[in-house]
């Protein structure tokens, strides 16, 4: 256990619908970071969060949003799902000094569009 | 734009030898440069961060070097075992004073090694 929670772990869903992926960062880190990894393909940065506020943003689709709320979990909103959106996505998490440290990353949540 | 280079090809290699791994960047002026390990379908996990002014750093048997010249880190993994077989990830960073930035890893490189 890496001390990030990713729930669920697997969500299957049909094109056009919209889903939520759940990130609990590890005790005492502020920074979250959401991950897409398609098959084959490498790691995509998608959005940082701190202390509740948005950090930084990658290559996230506008059908995606997502926030980090006072007890800092975080939430990922993917939206209008497509069948090229079914991929893994991780949250990372890291303490004040972000990458000072190294990234500890959840077990993933595998989306399957269908 | 920033560009993070590793060997796309898969690198085979017997038990008991040393697999090196490369890692090439450009555009880039990074303070710190991490390695990561990911089995597949699995989260990735942090082994070794070096610093610019750092031109080695060692964890057991894994070496790290980087090369602010070269813009290169190579990563060492000596008397390799079957169970060394995975991806690996490097991420080259930015300082800690610098918010609002998050680490991009590079594609990565598989390593096979056989008993």
């Known amino acids: 256990d890496s001390g990030v929670t990713q729930t669920p772990k697997h969500l299957i869903t049909a094109t056009g619908q919209r889903v939520t992926l759940r990130c609990s960062p590890r005790s005492g880190d502020l920074s979250v970071y959401w991950y897409q990894q398609s098959l084959d393909q490498g790691l995509q940065f998608l959005i940082q969060?701190?202390?509740?506020?948005?950090?930084a943003k990658g290559n996230i689709l506008e059908r995606f949003s997502a926030q980090q709320f006072p007890d800092l979990h975080s939430e990922l909103n993917l939206s209008s799902l497509e069948l090229g959106d079914s991929a893994l996505y991780f949250c990372a998490s890291s303490p004040p000094g972000g990458q000072a440290y190294g990234y500890t990353f959840g077990s993933g949540t595998r989306l399957t569009v269908v | 734009s920033q560009k993070i280079e590793q060997n796309s090809e898969a690198l085979n290699i017997q038990e008991g030898k040393t697999a090196t791994l490369t890692c090439n960047y450009t555009?880039?002026?990074?303070?710190?440069l991490q390695w990561y390990r990911q089995d597949p379908g699995r989260g990735p996990v942090f082994l070794l961060l070096i610093r610019e002014n750092e031109k080695e750093k060692r964890k057991e048997r894994l070496k790290v070097t980087f090369d602010t010249t070269l813009k290169q880190s190579l990563f060492h993994i000596t008397a390799s075992q079957p169970a060394d077989s995975a991806t690996y990830l490097c991420a080259p960073g930015k300082g800690a004073n610098q918010a609002g930035t998050a680490l991009i890893f590079g594609k990565g490189t598989t390593l096979s090694v056989s008993s």
């Open positions: 555009n880039y002026s990074p303070a710190y």
């Open positions: 969060y701190y202390n509740g506020e948005e950090r």
